[in-house]
Nanobody, 120 residues
Framework: VQLQASGGGLVQAGGSLRLSCAASGRTVRTYVMGWFRQAPGKEREFVACDNWNGGTPYYQDSVKGRFTISRDNARNMIYLLMNSLKPEDTAVYYC??????????????WGQGTQVTVSS
């Protein structure tokens, strides 16, 4: 599976962005899809995944209520809608496909990342 993330950019605090992840090579229907991020000087961290533990999305506490993960299996696309963005959301965002959960080792396939910068 090849993953291509896009949709990042510069936005003011309080604004919104929608990240997209295009999958190719095979369907991602059977995978849990996740989003991770890496801020400057920090380790990559889990943001959200879908279809987790009975089919419900799972979010990092700091993004709950602000971010929404979704997918379109027909188009092999995964999305992350980010609302009420904060400067601390600034990071490179990666999409990934795998078994799901917070642990990066559970994901076999990774996109190249898209930069999100939130100005205060």
């Amino acid at each position: 599976v090849q993953l291509q993330a896009s949709g990042g950019g510069l936005v003011q605090a309080g604004g919104s962005l929608r990240l997209s992840c295009a999958a190719s090579g095979r369907t991602v229907r059977t995978y849990v899809m996740g989003w991770f991020r890496q801020a400057p000087g920090k380790e990559r961290e889990f943001v959200a995944c879908d279809n987790w533990n009975g089919g419900t999305p799972y979010y990092q506490d700091s993004v709950k209520g602000r971010f929404t993960i979704s997918r379109d299996n027909a188009r092999n696309m995964i999305y992350l809608l980010m609302n009420s963005l904060k400067p601390e959301d600034t990071a490179v965002y990666y999409c990934a496909a795998g078994r799901g959960g917070r642990a990066q080792y559970e994901y076999n396939y990774w996109g190249q990342g898209t930069q999100v910068t939130v100005s205060s």
